[in-house]
């Protein structure tokens, strides 16, 4: 049983998102998985964030980077709000340790 709605807004990132969760707390984890290395200094808030949909304001969220794995943990500093829906932003100013930008900026909604 899912009990987050994921809705991809970028487009061709529907095959790309998986959902293996249990809801229990309000404050999963978003872990965004790259295909390279990631400079680390686009690794941060700005680069990577959560807004709510009824005020388009960034939530808290602390940004933590594996650099065995390649993947980004996003973990909101206060229990996402039942009944309303976020966005999760993943900005083309993420770069790899080459300088290359992400093609695209990812979007994906998500309701509580």
Known sequence: MNLIDIEPLSEHTEHRIKQNLKFKTGKFIWRVRFTAPLNPSTVNNVNMYVTSEV??????????????????????????????????????????????????????????
Do not use: C, W
């Open 55 to 112: 005020d388009g304001k960034p939530l808290q969220t602390s940004i933590r980077y594996n650099s065995a794995e390649n993947t980004v943990d996003i973990e909101p500093l206060e229990a996402y709000a039942k009944n309303t829906s976020y966005v999760l932003h993943v900005t083309k100013n993420v770069r790899s340790k080459g300088g290359q930008a992400l093609k695209d900026e990812i979007r994906i909604r998500f309701s509580i």
